[in-house]
């Protein structure tokens, strides 16, 4: 089953975890469809939260993560790597869900490069498109709990917070 709009509009640190299990689906152009189950994922919830995009305030950069829940947030890693996040929530406060990783692809720019994903879906609703969404086929992991990756900036007390979601050992 295919994830509604409905399932976004909750609280970030709601969403992150019951993302991990669900099924990341691309349909290309030529109607092959890649799949991966989501392995692990990250919180980042609003302008108070350091390792935040929108810790800044409002930018043109950020401006997706105020909107409407459901929308993909894609951006530009080191200059070279897409990341692949969900805005998550009411508008208005921003927070979104980083894919971390699939079962078999370890990275959050491993996973997009494996779906094709680039900034061309930043702003398309991960569950009204045609090339991208995220089904539910029942599975559910044991989750585990982990500080974030890749946020040495946002300060010791922003760092340590357990807010990466993993699958576990069954």
């Keep these: 089953m295919r994830l509604g709009a409905e399932f976004f509009r909750r609280d970030v640190l709601e969403v992150a975890p019951d993302l991990v299990g669900k099924v990341l689906v691309r349909r290309l152009d030529d109607g092959t469809e890649l799949r991966e189950r989501i392995a692990e994922t990250e919180a980042y919830r609003g302008e108070e939260d350091k390792g935040c995009h929108a810790s800044k305030g409002r930018t043109p950069r950020t401006e997706l993560l105020y909107g ?17 996040n969900v805005i998550t929530g009411e508008s208005g406060q921003p927070q979104g869900v980083l894919f971390r990783a699939g079962e078999i692809h370890d990275g959050p ?52 917070i357990e807010w990466r979601f993993i699958a576990g050992k069954e």
Excluded at 128 to 155: C, F, L, M, Q
Aim: net charge negative; aromatic share 16%; hydrophobic share 40%.
């Design 109 to 160: 720019a491993k996973l997009t490069k494996f779906m094709q994903v680039d900034g061309s879906f930043n702003g398309a609703d991960i569950w009204n498109s045609e090339n991208i969404w995220i089904e539910d086929d029942g599975y559910r992991p044991e989750i585990k709990t982990a500080p974030r990756v890749g946020i040495d900036y946002a300060g010791d007390c922003w760092k340590a």
């Design 68 to 84: 409407k829940s459901g929308v993909i947030y894609v951006y530009l890693c080191y200059g070279m790597h897409w990341l692949m």
